[in-house]
Structure formats: C-alpha cells, structure tokens
C-alpha cells in the first residue's frame, strides 16, 4: 500500500507532576490540543510553512514539530523531504505541555508520511529529541501526550514506562491565568539539593496518588496531592495561585496543584460530587479578584492520545 503524501496529526494537551509527581508522572485532558500537517517535499531536509502563533519560530531548529519530524527522518533512515504547518490549540508557557504537543503531533504525522514503521515508544523517543532543545528532556508530557491517559515514567535511559489507570468518576477543572511562566525560570527556581524527609514524603506522596487516581479513592487523593520538591520554591512564579487553590477547596475540589511548570491550575473534582461547575466557577472569580483573566475547562482524561486525523 502505497505512504500518503501529506498527514495532520492531533496531541492533546496534558498535565504533569500534579503534585508528587514532579517530573515523572503525566496525563492527557482533554483541554484542546496541537495539530500539525507533514507534507512531503522535492527537497531533502526538513522546512516550517506556517505557524499560527507567530511567537514560534519557523526556523526548523528552534522549533519543537519541525525537531521531531526530523527526527523521525532519522530514526526511519529515509532523506526526503518534509514541509510542516503547525496549528496551536495550547498557549505557550502554561503548563499545558504545548511544547510537547507539537512535538508529539509533528512525530506522529512524519511517521504516517513515512509508513508508520516507527512505535509509540519511537514516537516518544522522537519528541524527546526535539523537548530536548528547547526546554529539556523530560518525558512527562510528552509520554502521556503519545500514549493517553495517565502515564508513568520509571527511567529515562533507557526509556521505561507505566500506564496508570484512573478512576472514571475523576474530573479535572484546569485554571489557565494569563499570564506566562517560562520553563527554565520555573526549573531555575529549583532547590539544588532535597532533604531528606522531603525525598521521602514525595515517595510516599507519589505511591498514594497512583492508587488513588486508579480507585478513584478521594480521600486518599486530597492527602497525596502534596509537593514538598518544586511548589514550595515556585509559589511566588504563580501570583493568585493560593487563593485560587483556596477558593477551589472551599468550592468542594477534592485538591488543587500547580501542572507543570505553570501557571496552570488544576483542581480534582469527582462527579459523585457535582462540583465541577461550583469549582470552575470559583476559580474564575478568584482570578478575577487577582487581577489575572483565566481560562477554565472541565476536563476528562484524553484516552486516546495523538493520531492522525
């Protein structure tokens, strides 16, 4: 059967850390996405048509679907040529995994053009190379952006990963204020070395929140949600986080954390609760009172990840 010419894929938007889970535990929502169109070109190499957000660069190497596409090239040993445009559903700088969506999307349409030889773990493989130019190796986003739903990471290399089932009665409202929080300015806001019963509380904290989110367990859910590694030292990055996190505790969330690098909001709701409208509307308000606009969703889990469309 002969390889399409061209191809548009689809990455969701995903959330990570949520709490624990500082850099190894990520989730696709369903809060929109990044769609990202590879055609095939006479001339080898690897060329960026258009971006929809003019603050991305078209230049091929600074650009996170351009990286992984050419990566792709390279994992599936052709030299062809590759021409992308790229559709932004996600902001920049909000914790949303907007960078790795359009890596992820940019993957998965350069290997439909290419003959789909190459696996979800290639995939991620692939936007990992391209993440790693612009805002580091890390494959909390990108792993669950490919995969779906909640995703594990175990190791980076080599890459190992874990699915994490969660409850179907979980809903998360997420809270995108606007305003931007830089990647390397949340990672320069890190602590260099970690106490000991802080190491340990995080282990704790991550191994709760796994069972949790897959019993749908809410009690335990609202203890487990605790960062002791990242928060503390980015809390001033976040201005209107903490009545914001506040409001949606009082509204009825189950918690409420930071995704990411910021400054997204998300707070866990169930629906046994009803509460998603209550929260959602009471961490609008709290921004507003902030000063900031937000936007907010009441999200699923994404389950079916990036595919071409």
Excluded at 288 to 303: E, F, K, L, M, Q
């Amino acid at each position: 059967m002969s390889t399409p010419t061209f191809a548009t894929a689809f990455a969701p938007a995903t959330l990570s850390n949520l709490g624990p889970g500082f850099d190894c535990l990520g989730l696709a929502v369903t809060v929109g996405g990044d769609r990202v169109t590879v055609r095939r070109a006479a001339a080898p190499g690897v060329r960026v048509l258009s971006v929809s957000d003019p603050r991305i660069p078209l230049d091929p190497e600074r650009n996170t679907a351009a990286l992984a596409a050419a990566s792709v090239l390279r994992r599936t040993g052709q030299n062809i040529g590759l021409e992308l445009s790229v559709e932004k559903g996600l902001p920049l700088s909000a914790g949303l995994g907007g960078s790795a969506a359009s890596a992820v999307a940019g993957a998965v349409a350069a290997n439909a053009v290419l003959g789909a030889t190459l696996s979800r773990r290639e995939i991620v493989l692939a936007a990992l190379d391209a993440e790693a130019v612009v805002s580091g190796r890390h494959p909390d986003n990108v792993a669950p952006a490919v995969w779906g739903g909640a995703v594990l990471v175990l190791s980076l290399d080599p890459l190992r990963l874990v699915t994490v089932r969660v409850a179907e009665k979980l809903r998360f409202v997420v809270a995108t204020p606007d305003y931007a929080v830089e990647t390397q300015q949340a990672r320069a806001a890190l602590p260099e070395a970690v106490r000991r019963e802080d190491a340990v509380a995080q282990a704790a904290g991550l191994g709760a929140l796994v069972l949790a989110l897959e019993r749908g367990d809410t009690k335990t859910l609202a203890a487990a949600l605790e960062d002791r590694i990242a928060l503390p030292y980015r809390a001033p990055l976040y201005p209107g986080f903490v009545e914001a996190r506040d409001a949606a505790l009082e509204a009825g969330a189950i918690g409420a954390t930071i995704s990411g690098g910021g400054p997204t909001v998300v707070a866990l709701v169930s629906v046994d609760s009803d509460a998603g409208t209550r929260v959602a509307d009471a961490l609008r308000a709290a921004y507003t009172n902030a000063g900031y606009a937000a936007s907010v969703t009441v999200a699923r889990v994404d389950a079916r990840g990036a595919h071409v469309l």
